[in-house]
């Protein structure tokens, strides 16, 4: 049992939180002798909320940009072709040591949930086995989504959609695809359907690498909300990327919106991976290579934000820090307005745990599990602008870690500026 004193909540509310075997049993003001003689933790104010959530990072990759040929060109394209060059290399100890160091860089920026995209175009499956024992060691630690992600193409690669079958049957999560990069627009549909079908054949979710380009007529993310709706599992299906939608005309934009939020899809935008790898065919003007991020939000359709890479072929950088990647995305999406600055933090949190499919339990509600982060911030606002460091991360009653907030030594600069 532990009692956290003076914590901030997103409404404003500073309160305290009873954890009773790693339950949350009351949110309030708690009397200090329900709690006589267990650990009592003051948070001084600090902000307290549900873990960030990180539903689009290829932990397969991660810390293979320097080792693997060097992207040039810093497209899409190339980031595939160097790793296809190389990967046979990897053996499932090499995959799972990259990963772990990727995994506590991601939880010490306070994410608890991830879903990671493993690449499945590879017939020893090495990445997959390497994913599903890391999975099972670290589920006190961290909650793992692992999405059957045919990176070569799932009819572009030879036998990609049956490594993707039966990735699902060895417990991948999600049924991946990647249409825009099969080689022709017909192969593209056809995947599109293909991961539709495997869902709901196995009962799985589906997460798609949509129209990561920035060529206007790549257009599979409507066939993906077409054919999630039909199916009717719209809410268990995610469109990652879908790059192209920033270069879509208005008029097509606005009859797809339609279609969009009617399929009650989720969206996944990688601010940071994106305004990276996008417009480097354009010369001046350039584009900014996102989806509508703003857009969605106003129109009440389901968007976040993912790391995606953390220094592999296709980016150079990241930390897994999710501050950082929200930090960009509200900067390259123009929300800097108040609407959306007061409620940054959904866009790392609640937004991704809809998309994760999470559900209820992700909460910080009496009676969820107690999961929560305590960040060096008093609002939404203000961890925005300070880009804010998570000071403490709770999994199940269970402290991850405790980071004390930086402290400096001000005599000189004090005395002028109080
Ligand atoms: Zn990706």
């Given at each position: 049992m532990a009692l956290y004193k003076n914590a901030r909540l997103r409404s404003g509310?500073?309160?305290?939180?009873l954890v009773k075997g790693g339950i949350i049993a009351k949110i309030g003001a708690v009397q200090e002798c329900e709690s006589a003689g267990e650990e009592t933790i003051d948070l001084g104010g600090k902000l307290v909320c549900e873990p960030y959530c990180d539903p689009h990072i290829h932990l397969d990759y991660v810390f293979t940009a320097q080792s693997f040929g060097e992207n040039t060109t810093g497209t899409l394209f190339d980031g595939i072709a160097s790793w296809s060059d190389s990967k046979s290399a990897l053996t499932p100890q090499i995959i799972k040591e990259r990963a772990k160091k990727g995994l506590r860089e991601q939880i010490l920026g306070g994410t608890q949930y991830i879903r990671t995209h493993i690449d499945v175009t590879d017939?020893?499956?090495?990445g997959l086995k390497a994913m599903l024992e890391l999975r099972e060691e670290v589920k006190d630690l961290a909650e793992i989504q692992i999405v059957a992600f045919p990176q070569e193409g799932m009819y572009s690669y030879k036998g990609g959609a049956e490594l993707v079958e039966e990735?699902?049957?060895?417990?991948?999560?999600?049924?991946?695809?990647?249409p825009h990069f099969e080689y022709t627009s017909e192969m593209g549909i056809r995947s599109v359907k293909k991961a539709v079908e495997l869902a709901v054949r196995y009962d799985k979710l589906v997460d798609i690498h949509c129209d990561e380009t920035d060529d206007e007529m790549s257009r599979f993310v409507e066939m993906l909300a077409f054919e999630a709706m039909d199916n009717g599992i719209g809410d268990k299906t995610t469109a990652s990327h879908t790059c192209a939608m920033g270069s879509y005309?208005?008029?097509?934009?606005?009859?797809?919106?339609k279609l969009l939020k009617k399929s009650g899809i989720n969206f996944i935008s990688c601010p940071t991976e994106n305004i990276h790898l996008q417009g480097r065919y354009d010369a001046y003007p350039k584009r900014r290579g996102l989806t509508r991020v703003k857009e969605m939000l106003d129109d009440g359709i389901n968007v976040c934000f993912a790391q995606d890479s953390i220094c592999d072929p296709w980016y150079p950088l990241g930390n897994g820090n999710l501050m950082y990647v929200l930090d960009a995305g509200f900067h390259i999406c123009h929300?800097?307005?108040?609407?959306?600055?007061n409620r940054a933090l959904d866009l790392i949190s609640g937004n991704g745990a809809k998309t994760m499919h999470l559900g209820e339990r992700y909460y910080l509600r009496e009676g969820n599990p107690a999961s929560?982060?305590?960040i060096d911030a008093e609002s939404?606002?203000?961890?925005?602008?300070?880009?804010?460091?998570?000071?403490?991360?709770?999994?199940?009653g269970k402290v991850l870690f405790r980071r004390k907030p930086a402290e400096f030594e001000t005599e000189m600069l004090s005395s002028h500026l109080s």
């Open positions: 509310i500073t309160a305290d939180i017939p020893a499956l090495t990735a699902l049957k060895m417990g991948a999560d999600c049924v991946g695809a990647i005309n208005n008029a097509y934009a606005f009859k797809l919106f929300l800097t307005a108040p609407e959306y600055m929560f982060i305590v939404d606002f203000d961890a925005l602008r300070n880009r804010s460091g998570v000071l403490m991360s709770v999994r199940n």
